[in-house]
């Protein structure tokens, strides 16, 4: 029988969509709100303030609607995995009710603002189901369930579920939804236009400077005098010492798109334990397309990406009777130390710059909340919502020691990295491949283009001295501390990190 392939690029099917661009800022400008950042949170944030007739400027980095917001399954639930029985736990009942309640606010947001657009947006209501076919996680179900029960969520408990797929138990929660999110935004972008937010894309913001006012520094030498800055640049671009990348850590997840000889029952899914495994569909170009997504692991770390993908294809084609793969993409979440999104001031006291970031993969949600939270706060509206994601809180909560030993994960790999050099021979590389070798006794990355180009590269990770790896699904250089990424020429695609690898001359190679 003939096996079925995946896609040679990685390509998320959201962003077949037409997008509109946008130049780059060339001249140094002022506005009363700067946004770094053209993702969901962005352009939400932009919409909200823009409505009120606040002037808004939005920068990108790249081009708009094209990082985690590009690449996301798009679900728009409050049923973020197995959480509330957890959070009742660590911060109570109150404060996880107010988080609920705020990603369902969310998706009222969302629902209400395509009605009164009459956006199409492929919106559709569906039931968000959490299942497991794993004993040791039947109790963890039956918890999760008590706490629906407490924070009154409409929902039911289960042990068979509309998709065809073995499992023990599960927890429907009723009445959630899911769309084309780039289709919804691109209508967000055209309302922004018409209420004067003005969008520059290929902009890297690299610095804040205060003066009497905050000043964005951008990587051409322009600056955006403002009153607020709202950075939502996924990985804060500026740290101001809020530390952000010693509390957040990032993963990697990996969707692959099909169509199927089945028919899909509705209804949207994800697994308790590991590894993940997320299933809804959209409707696709010409038939239905099956997002199938999960294999979750830490950047930089871990198999060759490539049997990621390889793993959801095989479960795919063995519950699903695929027909054809027709996509597949990756996209990097970063997680708080507490799994609530940081929100708010970017250090105490701060009433200037705010960041939002750390949406453990439920951006559609969080994305609205943080919009709608720093959309109030920069125009002094109270919100109820606000409290429990200021990034200053403190919640003594057992996850802590998870971070200590992700910091001691760091130090380790900054090490390993260091020794692990090889004598990889540049003449066996082989095209659209890497290797990692020794280039005048330095550890240097190589990858061989299409065109049998060869594109070398310093290893060694420009934010804190880290050594990157290898992604062969994305053909990037991914840095296992903090999550910085870097194409195969070395230029940074995601932070913490600002600045480039340093290129390496070939010419020079003397081993
Ligand atoms: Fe921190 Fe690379 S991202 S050292």
């Not at 399954?73 to 109150?94: R, S």
């Not at 590389?429 to 990858?447: C, F, H, P, S």
């Amino acid at each position: 029988m003939r096996e079925i392939q995946l896609p040679s690029n990685p390509e998320p099917y959201w962003r077949e969509e037409e997008i509109p661009t946008f130049e780059p800022l060339k001249t140094s400008i002022k506005t009363e709100v700067a946004i770094v950042g053209g993702g969901i949170t962005g352009v939400t944030a932009a919409y909200l303030l823009s409505k009120q007739n606040v002037q808004v400027v939005l920068i990108d980095s790249d081009e708009i609607l094209n990082g985690t917001t590009g690449h996301t399954t798009a679900k728009i639930t409050a049923q973020h995995g197995l959480i509330y029985d957890e959070f009742i736990t660590h911060m109570g009942e109150e404060k996880t009710a107010t988080y609920y309640q705020a990603a369902m606010r969310a998706k009222e947001f969302i629902e209400k603002t395509i009605s009164e657009h009459q956006m199409d947006c492929d919106y559709e209501s569906q039931d968000a189901y959490v299942y497991t076919n794993d004993d040791h996680y039947i109790m963890q179900l039956e918890n999760e369930m008590k706490a629906y029960e407490k924070l009154s969520i409409d929902s039911e408990y289960l042990t068979e579920i509309p998709l065809k797929l073995p499992l023990k138990a599960a927890i429907k929660m009723k009445n959630q939804a899911q769309f084309h999110p780039l289709k919804y935004l691109k209508e967000l972008v055209k309302l922004c236009k018409e209420n004067g937010v003005t969008f520059y894309e290929n902009t890297p913001a690299i610095d804040i400077e205060y003066n009497k006012h905050p000043n964005i520094l951008t990587k051409d030498g322009h600056r955006i005098t403002c009153n607020h800055v709202i950075i939502a640049s996924h990985f804060p671009f500026y740290d101001k010492q809020g530390f952000y990348f010693a509390r957040m850590y990032p993963k990697r997840s990996y969707v692959v798109a099909a169509t199927s000889k089945l028919e899909y029952p509705g209804g949207m899914y994800i697994n308790a334990e590991s590894p993940t495994r997320s299933i809804r569909t959209t409707p696709g170009k010409d038939e239905p397309l099956w997002l199938i997504g999960g294999e979750g692991h830490k950047t930089g770390q871990g198999e060759s990406v490539m049997h990621h993908y390889e793993k959801l294809k095989k479960f795919s084609s063995e519950h699903f009777d695929v027909k054809e793969f027709v996509y597949r993409w990756s996209a990097q979440d970063l997680t708080t130390m507490d799994k609530v999104p940081y929100i708010g001031p970017i250090t105490k006291g701060e009433s200037n710059v705010y960041v939002a970031t750390g949406y453990r993969k439920w951006g559609m949600t969080n994305g609205t909340v943080a919009a709608m939270i720093l959309a109030d706060e920069i125009t002094n509206i109270p919100n109820d919502y606000a409290e429990i994601y200021v990034p200053s809180r403190f919640q003594p909560d057992p996850s802590v020691r998870k971070f200590i030993s992700m910091n001691a994960d760091v130090a380790k790999h900054m090490i390993k990295g260091k020794l692990d050099f090889s004598d990889n021979k540049l003449d066996e590389i082989k095209v659209d491949e890497a290797i990692v070798t020794r280039i005048n006794g330095k550890r240097t990355g190589v990858y061989k283009d299409k065109q049998e180009t060869l594109h070398a590269v310093d290893t060694t990770c420009t934010h804190l001295g880290c050594e990157v790896e290898w992604n062969s699904g994305d053909r990037s250089w991914d840095c296992p501390c903090h999550g910085s990424r870097f194409s195969y020429k070395g230029d940074v695609l995601e932070g913490p990190a600002k600045k480039p690898l340093a290129k390496v001359d070939m010419k020079t190679k003397n081993g």
